[in-house]
């Protein structure tokens, strides 16, 4: 028996890497790549020996359209670009600069903010390409990358990217949204009641309403936190314009008393005396008998449109509704899960797109809901730090969170708020988003560890101030 050639940990790691680049060329055969899967062996061994003979010949890899866009792949997601890098070092300093200016109270008025126009120009959604049983899994694979790739490419090369928004550009991601919305009957889409406009997709909409004719409820979810009256004109608003059925829902209790204006102390106080801990705190949710209702008369509804969309039978012979869940990071999905379960059957965060992968939940006997990860859709000219206090743009990946601070600050009291005026370095000197991070880190004892100055690195203020419910909560309800 011949004896084998050696194959130190170098050749495999050379191996391994070549399988990898391998899988980011899209457009390879898959018989070209199962016969040099074939020969990986021989082929590194001729490799090694032809580099040290000096008579190695350089091999010229293809781009995919993502990398011809000069576009930056994190290593080991190659479908997930990096689109979002056009802020330069000096753009970043000179806002870190800008942070000393002082606030523009002249903002801070006594009724609703005078909201920023948003603009509605719905931007396309990557769709699943047409298939069928004949259809084998590399096939539509193939046919899925290559049009993932040219709606991405599209997308960037119609519009400036300075003027997208932070959306979803993992296909794995949009791939578990396809299979949601084809084995549901009903389609949940759960926004934020105090801004809804920022979770809503007409995109999405037209995809499941006009394209698969399926029907669509609105959940405008955490009115316990929104005014009564701006919830019901949200409401009115969705029904008038697109024609979908609306419920109202919150997982707790609202604030039933009476309380100042700012007195975050007192609402944090009303806040825990209304919400229940362990498994009967979901009894105080409002709206999930409507949304159950809902849902079974827009399945039969649908199903009897629709004959050919045959209910899942379970083991037992029990036929099922099946719903599927959309919505934006940080809408609270899972939260709206738990409450219509009586229990908790799925993990809560307040971080941004906490659930990472498509699971099936049984409601009861004869419902089946499907839960999709959190989707940021494209959209055009919204500014970053709306992204940021409504949730979707990832807040560990901002370079510097005065911008969105000054923002809140020109239009809140945050340092009544805080209580931050006897931490205050000099009363003679206005208001900043500088002064305002160091007078609460000075408050909460958040100090550097060689000089002992006041600490106010971004996580500071992104998750005490910024990410606050009550904060967001004060300043979304009125938008």
Same mark, same amino acid.
């Given at each position: 028996?011949?004896r084998?050639?050696?194959?130190? $940990?170098?050749?495999? #790691?050379?191996?391994? *890497? &070549?399988?990898?680049?391998r899988?980011r060329e899209? $457009?390879d055969?898959?018989?070209?790549a199962r016969?040099?899967?074939?020969?990986?062996?021989?082929?590194?061994s001729?490799k090694?020996? /032809?580099?040290a003979s000096? !008579?190695? !010949?350089t091999s010229? #890899?293809?781009?995919?359209?993502?990398?011809?866009?000069?576009?930056k792949?994190?290593? $080991?997601?190659s479908?997930?670009?990096?689109?979002f890098?056009?802020?330069?070092?000096?753009?970043?300093e000179?806002?870190k600069?800008?942070?000393?200016?002082?606030?523009?109270?002249?903002?801070?008025?006594t009724?609703?903010?005078?909201?920023?126009?948003l @603009?509605?120009l719905?931007?396309p =959604?990557?769709?699943?390409p047409?298939?069928?049983?004949?259809?084998?899994?590399?096939?539509l694979?193939?046919?899925?990358?290559?049009?993932?790739d040219q709606?991405?490419?599209?997308?960037?090369t119609?519009?400036?990217?300075?003027?997208?928004?932070y959306?979803?550009? @993992?296909?794995?991601?949009?791939?578990q949204?396809w299979?949601?919305?084809?084995?549901s009957?009903?389609?949940?889409?759960?926004?934020?009641?105090?801004?809804?406009?920022?979770?809503?997709?007409?995109?999405?909409y037209e995809?499941?309403? #006009?394209d698969?004719?399926k029907?669509i409820i609105?959940v405008? @979810?955490?009115i316990?936190?929104?005014?009564?009256?701006t919830v019901?004109?949200?409401?009115?608003?969705?029904?008038?314009?697109?024609?979908?059925?609306?419920?109202k829902?919150?997982?707790? *209790?609202?604030?039933?008393?009476?309380?100042?204006?700012?007195?975050?102390?007192?609402r944090?106080?009303a806040?825990?005396?209304n919400?229940?801990?362990?498994p /009967? #705190?979901?009894a105080?949710?409002?709206?999930?008998?409507?949304?159950?209702?809902? =849902?079974? &008369?827009?399945a039969?509804e649908?199903?009897a449109?629709? +004959?050919?969309?045959?209910?899942?039978?379970?083991?037992?012979?029990?036929?099922?509704?099946v719903v599927?869940?959309?919505?934006? +990071? @940080?809408?609270?999905?899972?939260?709206?899960?738990?409450?219509?379960?009586?229990t908790k059957?799925?993990?809560?965060?307040?971080t941004?797109?906490?659930?990472?992968?498509f699971?099936?939940i049984?409601?009861?006997?004869?419902?089946?809901?499907?839960d999709?990860?959190?989707?940021?859709?494209?959209?055009?000219d919204?500014?970053?730090?709306?992204?940021?206090?409504?949730?979707?743009?990832?807040?560990?990946h901002?370079?510097?969170?005065?911008?969105?601070?000054?923002?809140v600050a020109?239009h809140?009291?945050l340092?009544? =708020?805080y209580?931050?005026?006897e931490?205050?370095?000099?009363?003679?000197?206005?208001?900043?988003?500088?002064?305002?991070?160091?007078?609460?880190?000075?408050?909460?004892?958040?100090v550097?560890?060689?000089?002992?100055r006041?600490d106010?690195?971004?996580?500071?203020?992104i998750?005490?101030?910024?990410?606050?419910p009550?904060t967001? /909560?004060?300043?979304?309800s009125?938008?």
């Open positions: 028996m011949p084998k050639k050696a194959f130190s $940990g170098k050749q495999k #790691k050379e191996q391994m *890497k &070549e399988k990898r680049d899988k899209h $457009g055969e898959p018989g070209e016969i040099i899967l074939d020969q990986d062996s021989k082929d590194i001729e090694a020996a /032809a580099t000096g !008579t190695a !010949t010229v #890899k293809r781009k995919s359209p993502l990398e011809a866009l000069g576009l792949l994190q290593p $080991g997601r479908l997930r670009p990096i689109l890098e056009d802020d330069t070092r000096q753009e970043v000179a806002r600069l800008a942070a000393n200016l002082p606030l523009d109270l002249s903002r801070r008025v009724g609703p903010i005078e909201s920023e126009q @603009n509605l719905a931007l =959604i990557p769709k699943r047409a298939w069928t049983f004949e259809t084998t899994p590399e096939q694979e193939k046919q899925e990358n290559e049009h993932f709606w991405l490419s599209g997308l960037l119609t519009y400036p990217r300075k003027s997208l928004n959306f979803e550009c @993992n296909l794995e991601t949009w791939r949204m299979r949601v919305c084809e084995r009957q009903v389609i949940l889409i759960v926004t934020d009641a105090r801004y809804p406009l920022f979770h809503f997709s007409t995109s999405l995809y499941v309403k #006009k698969m004719g029907p609105l405008l @979810n955490k316990d936190i929104a005014d009564p009256e019901e004109q949200w409401s009115k608003y969705f029904i008038d314009n697109y024609g979908i059925k609306v419920v829902f919150s997982s707790f *209790k609202g604030f039933t008393t009476e309380l100042p204006e700012y007195d975050v102390t007192e944090r106080a806040v825990k005396k919400v229940l801990r362990g /009967a #705190k979901y105080t949710s409002q709206g999930q008998d409507a949304i159950l209702q809902l =849902i079974r &008369e827009c039969a649908f199903l449109r629709c +004959p050919e969309q045959a209910r899942p039978v379970d083991s037992k012979g029990q036929k099922k509704f599927g869940s959309i919505g934006s +990071p @940080n809408v609270g999905k899972s939260s709206v899960i738990n409450a219509l379960s009586g059957v799925v993990s809560v965060s307040r941004p797109g906490h659930t990472k992968h699971q099936t049984h409601l009861s006997e004869d419902i089946v809901l499907c999709c990860p959190g989707m940021v859709f494209p959209a055009l919204r500014p970053k730090h709306l992204q940021i206090l409504c949730g979707l743009y990832p807040l560990p901002m370079r510097e969170p005065y911008t969105a601070l000054r923002y020109e809140l009291p340092e009544d =708020i209580k931050l005026h931490h205050r370095t000099d009363p003679d000197v206005p208001w900043s988003p500088l002064s305002l991070a160091e007078a609460f880190a000075k408050k909460s004892g958040y550097t560890g060689k000089a002992g006041p106010v690195h971004k996580y500071v203020v998750y005490a101030i910024l990410s606050a009550l967001t /909560a004060e300043l979304l009125k938008c």
